[in-house]
């Protein structure tokens, strides 16, 4: 089992920036990739970046280049920092891991709310 806890969530100016966490723990060893959805009001999960073993990290193409995921492997933590936020950046965000047992798993984590006022 994997456990995922973000933190950073909060309210900011549109313009402004702001940094999620997500620290992992338990069986990370055969890793493949952590990363970032989110969810809007009213809208559907959608996938925002993800960074994988390599350190290589995609991203959801109309960010524009915004935010920017990078991962501390000795923390087995991995940051979002959102730069340049928009008010349609509004939703739960929510870290996943997904790890190679007998079969890909993903592990989820609880959510962290963020909200930006226009």
């Known amino acids: 089992q994997v456990q995922l806890v973000e933190s950073g969530g909060g309210l900011v100016q549109a313009g402004g920036s702001l940094r999620l966490s997500c620290a992992a723990s338990?069986?990370?060893?055969?890793?493949?990739?952590m990363g970032w959805y989110r969810q809007a009001p009213g809208k559907d999960r959608e996938w925002v970046a993800l960074i994988n073993r390599d350190d290589r990290s995609t991203y959801l193409d109309s960010l524009e280049g915004r935010f920017i995921l990078s991962r501390d492997g000795a923390k087995n933590t991995v940051y979002l920092q959102m730069n340049s936020v928009k008010p349609e950046d509004t939703a739960v965000y929510y870290c996943?891991?997904?790890?190679?047992?007998?079969?890909?798993?993903?592990?989820w984590g609880q959510g962290t709310q963020v909200s930006v006022s226009s």
């Open positions: 996943y891991a997904r790890v190679s047992m007998l079969q890909i798993d993903t592990f």
């Open positions: 338990g069986r990370l060893f055969n890793l493949i990739d």
